[in-house]
């Protein structure tokens, strides 16, 4: 039956969750919504619910939230996470889940994007010589177009 | 006063007129910011796709800011948390403490964890303080309406800001565009995000984040928003005439960052401010206080 499924995969899927710096403290939480009634996100858009997320991650619904869209929606403002009754980190929560969902190969491309701007490059921004002359116009000092110990650090271990 | 200057990714490439205007402004009241030409990104972008190389990144520009033994400035609001959440976070657990700085030797550094972060809005109004701001005006603002905008990670995640302000009731940007001689107006949902972060996944529910906020401002009577964030500078200001197109709006609201408000306030031009980089033209503003010099 599909609720013995869910049944088995809710203890899995939550404690993988939960080992994820900063979700630690999802099973407190009593769904009470006010994560969701304080969701700008929400008010413009009400296909973002993460009262409905966490629910979905202590039923298991793994593979629901991980290829969903969802999850891309948080804003990251933190006013869930702030009030809180239960002192669940809803925000940091949500990284967890994006983080997950890139490791099984489900980021968004602008996301993998970002990230490969970053690894290569120190900056989201490189400065090219097209800055790097504003910059001088405008009187301000130079900086490193890329960053070199920053590429080295996320150098990735063979 | 002497400060490690954070500028991130966006401001260098994309929001100079935040960082003339906050260097200027600086210069006036005696802080002194350094350049330190190795730091790099924040982290913050990295966080969605991997929260631990985002912390190592962030990690590597604290142990830079603390060789130096100077504390770190910064004035994008996302750079602001990711560097204190790190700080807060190697502070408080040892041993991720030590698994940052097995990474950091690999580039030469290492971290004692005592770096300290501070957003330039808060250095302003702790550090400085604002007897010293009005006392540095010479001119009149006459009352200037303007609708301040907090956005997210000035304030939030509360913790690692060891409880400096209120999220819930925030008063320190009110305080300082008042001290320069402005109003701060009222409005609705002020607290709200600005919608920045959902830019990259989905574009229709951010603009439509940014366009309930540009309505309570308008309604509010606002002649300029006032924002600390070069993301916030992006959804109201760089993004305010699409808003317009998409939803059938008329706004025609400058948007300043603080700097640029106290700036005109200190008696700088239009240029030493970078005014005329604003998307949103912001000659109302200063034909309004002093006749558009």
């Not at chain 2, 002020?190 to 919608?195: A, F, H, L, P, Y």
């Given at each position: 039956m599909a609720e013995c499924q869910m049944e088995n995969g809710s203890a899995g899927f939550a404690a993988v969750v939960a080992q994820e710096p900063g979700a630690e403290a999802i099973r407190s939480c009593y769904a009470c919504g006010t994560c969701t009634a304080s969701c700008p996100v929400r008010r413009v858009?009400?296909?973002?619910?993460p009262r409905r997320l966490i629910r979905m991650i202590h039923l298991g619904m793994k593979e629901q939230i991980l290829k969903?869209?969802?999850?891309?929606?948080?804003?990251?403002?933190y006013t869930c996470q702030e009030r809180c009754p239960e002192g669940v980190r809803i925000t940091d929560a949500i990284v967890a889940l994006r983080n997950l969902a890139v490791r099984e190969g489900h980021a968004p491309s602008g996301i993998s994007m970002q990230a490969n701007l970053i690894s290569s490059q120190g900056r989201l921004y490189a400065l090219d010589e097209f800055d790097e002359k504003k910059r001088k116009k405008a009187g301000l000092p130079l900086l490193a177009p890329e960053v070199e110990g920053a590429i080295k650090l996320l150098e990735k271990k063979e | 006063m002497k400060y490690a200057l954070f500028l991130g990714?966006?401001?260098?490439?994309?929001s100079r007129n935040y960082e003339m205007s906050a260097r200027a402004v600086a210069r006036k009241l005696g802080i002194e910011l350094v350049d330190i030409f190795d730091f790099s990104c924040c982290g913050f972008p990295l966080k969605s796709s991997d929260s631990g190389r985002a912390g190592l990144l962030a990690a590597r520009n604290l142990a830079l800011a603390e060789a130096q033994g100077l504390p770190i400035c910064t004035l994008c609001s996302a750079c602001t948390s990711m560097l204190a959440e790190e700080a807060h976070m190697l502070r408080k657990d040892k041993m991720l403490l030590a698994k940052a700085n097995a990474e950091l030797k690999k580039v030469g550094l290492s971290y004692g964890g005592n770096a300290v972060v501070k957003h330039f809005a808060r250095v302003l109004l702790e550090d400085v303080g604002l007897d010293r701001i009005r006392k540095a005006v010479t001119v009149d603002l006459k009352g200037l309406p303007v609708a301040t905008h907090y956005g997210c990670h000035y304030l939030k995640p509360s913790e690692i800001y060891d409880g400096a302000e209120d999220p819930e009731n925030p008063f320190s940007l009110e305080a300082l565009v008042e001290a320069a001689g402005a109003r701060s107006v009222e409005y609705e949902h002020?607290?709200?995000?600005?919608?920045g972060a959902v830019l990259v996944a989905d574009e229709e529910t951010a603009l439509r984040m940014a366009k309930r906020k540009l309505d309570h401002v308008k309604s509010a009577g606002s002649k300029v928003m006032n924002v600390v964030c070069p993301f916030c500078s992006v959804m109201y200001d760089d993004n305010q005439k699409s808003i317009e197109s998409r939803f059938e709006a008329d706004y025609g609201i400058p948007v300043l960052f603080l700097p640029q408000i106290l700036g005109l306030a200190m008696g700088f031009d239009r240029k030493e401010l970078g005014?005329?980089?604003?998307?949103?033209?912001?000659k109302s503003v200063t034909e309004e206080i002093v006749g558009g010099n």
């Open positions: 858009n009400p296909a973002y619910n969903g869209k969802e999850i891309w929606l948080c804003s990251s403002c | 990714c966006t401001i260098p490439a994309r002020k607290r709200e995000c600005c919608g005014l005329n980089m604003n998307v949103v033209k912001t």
